[in-house]
Protein backbone atom coordinates (compact mmCIF):
# COMPACT_ATOMS: atom_id res chain seq x y z
CA UNK A 1 0.00 0.00 0.00
CA UNK A 2 0.85 3.82 -0.62
CA UNK A 3 -0.44 6.53 1.05
CA UNK A 4 -0.62 10.10 0.05
CA UNK A 5 -0.84 13.49 1.77
CA UNK A 6 -1.65 16.51 0.00
CA UNK A 7 -1.51 19.98 1.69
CA UNK A 8 -1.04 23.79 0.01
CA UNK A 9 -4.57 23.93 -1.10
CA UNK A 10 -6.30 27.68 -0.16
CA UNK A 11 -7.83 30.42 -1.67
CA UNK A 12 -6.10 32.84 -3.82
CA UNK A 13 -7.49 35.70 -6.08
CA UNK A 14 -7.74 35.16 -9.77
CA UNK A 15 -3.89 35.70 -11.37
CA UNK A 16 -2.18 34.43 -8.37
CA UNK A 17 -0.28 31.30 -7.15
CA UNK A 18 -0.29 28.33 -5.07
CA UNK A 19 1.55 25.57 -5.09
CA UNK A 20 0.53 21.51 -3.61
CA UNK A 21 2.37 19.22 -2.28
CA UNK A 22 1.51 15.38 -2.20
CA UNK A 23 4.03 13.26 0.07
CA UNK A 24 4.21 9.12 -0.30
CA UNK A 25 4.63 6.60 1.91
CA UNK A 26 4.26 3.20 2.45
CA UNK A 27 5.49 0.64 -0.76
CA UNK A 28 6.92 3.72 -2.42
CA UNK A 29 9.44 1.84 -4.43
CA UNK A 30 6.56 -0.34 -6.03
CA UNK A 31 4.95 3.66 -8.10
CA UNK A 32 5.58 4.34 -11.76
CA UNK A 33 4.00 7.41 -11.83
CA UNK A 34 2.46 10.49 -9.66
CA UNK A 35 -0.40 13.00 -10.91
CA UNK A 36 -2.59 15.38 -9.99
CA UNK A 37 -7.17 14.81 -10.90
CA UNK A 38 -9.58 17.52 -9.52
CA UNK A 39 -12.67 17.60 -9.14
CA UNK A 40 -15.36 20.65 -9.28
CA UNK A 41 -18.84 20.92 -7.89
CA UNK A 42 -21.35 19.19 -10.10
CA UNK A 43 -18.43 18.16 -12.31
CA UNK A 44 -16.50 14.72 -13.00
CA UNK A 45 -13.11 14.14 -12.03
CA UNK A 46 -10.45 15.24 -14.34
CA UNK A 47 -6.85 14.49 -14.78
CA UNK A 48 -4.56 18.14 -14.36
CA UNK A 49 -1.30 16.36 -14.56
CA UNK A 50 1.14 13.77 -14.47
CA UNK A 51 4.67 12.57 -13.81
CA UNK A 52 6.59 9.52 -14.58
CA UNK A 53 8.45 8.01 -11.10
CA UNK A 54 11.53 7.08 -12.73
CA UNK A 55 11.89 9.41 -16.13
CA UNK A 56 11.48 13.11 -16.69
CA UNK A 57 8.27 12.55 -18.69
CA UNK A 58 5.76 15.18 -17.76
CA UNK A 59 1.27 15.52 -18.87
CA UNK A 60 -0.76 18.12 -18.56
CA UNK A 61 -4.64 18.61 -19.89
CA UNK A 62 -4.87 21.12 -21.97
CA UNK A 63 -6.62 23.81 -19.89
CA UNK A 64 -3.27 23.90 -17.56
CA UNK A 65 -0.92 23.72 -20.06
CA UNK A 66 1.86 26.48 -19.86
CA UNK A 67 0.30 27.62 -15.89
CA UNK A 68 1.05 24.48 -14.14
CA UNK A 69 4.20 22.73 -13.44
CA UNK A 70 4.66 19.61 -11.91
CA UNK A 71 7.51 18.10 -10.04
CA UNK A 72 9.02 15.45 -7.73
CA UNK A 73 11.78 15.06 -5.59
CA UNK A 74 12.21 11.38 -5.13
CA UNK A 75 14.40 11.19 -2.44
CA UNK A 76 11.29 12.89 0.00
CA UNK A 77 8.81 11.12 -2.45
CA UNK A 78 7.16 14.14 -2.71
CA UNK A 79 5.41 15.51 -5.46
CA UNK A 80 4.30 18.93 -6.70
CA UNK A 81 2.51 20.62 -8.29
CA UNK A 82 3.01 25.08 -9.26
CA UNK A 83 0.06 26.59 -10.12
CA UNK A 84 0.65 29.95 -11.70
CA UNK A 85 -1.96 32.50 -13.45
CA UNK A 86 -4.89 31.24 -11.61
CA UNK A 87 -8.44 31.19 -13.26
CA UNK A 88 -11.95 31.11 -11.28
CA UNK A 89 -12.00 27.37 -13.35
CA UNK A 90 -9.44 26.05 -11.60
CA UNK A 91 -11.68 26.32 -8.36
CA UNK A 92 -11.91 22.75 -7.54
CA UNK A 93 -10.94 20.17 -5.07
CA UNK A 94 -7.51 18.60 -5.69
CA UNK A 95 -6.33 14.64 -5.30
CA UNK A 96 -2.87 13.26 -5.65
CA UNK A 97 -3.14 9.95 -7.33
CA UNK A 98 -0.48 7.24 -7.06
CA UNK A 99 -0.22 4.92 -10.45
CA UNK A 100 1.50 1.23 -9.32
CA UNK A 101 4.07 -0.41 -11.64
CA UNK A 102 1.55 -4.06 -11.25
CA UNK A 103 -1.46 -1.60 -13.42
CA UNK A 104 -0.28 1.60 -15.29
CA UNK A 105 -3.76 2.24 -16.37
CA UNK A 106 -5.29 3.91 -13.95
CA UNK A 107 -4.46 5.31 -10.81
CA UNK A 108 -4.41 3.02 -7.93
CA UNK A 109 -3.33 5.08 -4.97
CA UNK A 110 -5.73 8.36 -3.85
CA UNK A 111 -5.17 11.38 -1.43
CA UNK A 112 -7.73 12.65 0.38
CA UNK A 113 -7.73 15.78 -1.79
CA UNK A 114 -7.39 19.46 -0.82
CA UNK A 115 -9.63 22.38 -1.77
CA UNK A 116 -8.13 24.81 -4.06
CA UNK A 117 -10.78 28.17 -4.42
CA UNK A 118 -9.78 30.99 -7.19
CA UNK A 119 -11.68 34.43 -6.76
CA UNK A 120 -12.89 36.70 -9.29
Known amino acids: QVQLVESGGGLVQAGGSLRLSCAASGRTFSIYAMGWFRQAPGKEREFVSGILWKDDITYYADSVKGRFTISRDNAKNTVYLQMNRLIPEDTAVYYC?????????????WGQGTQVTVSS
Open 97 to 109: AAWDDTNRGSPVY
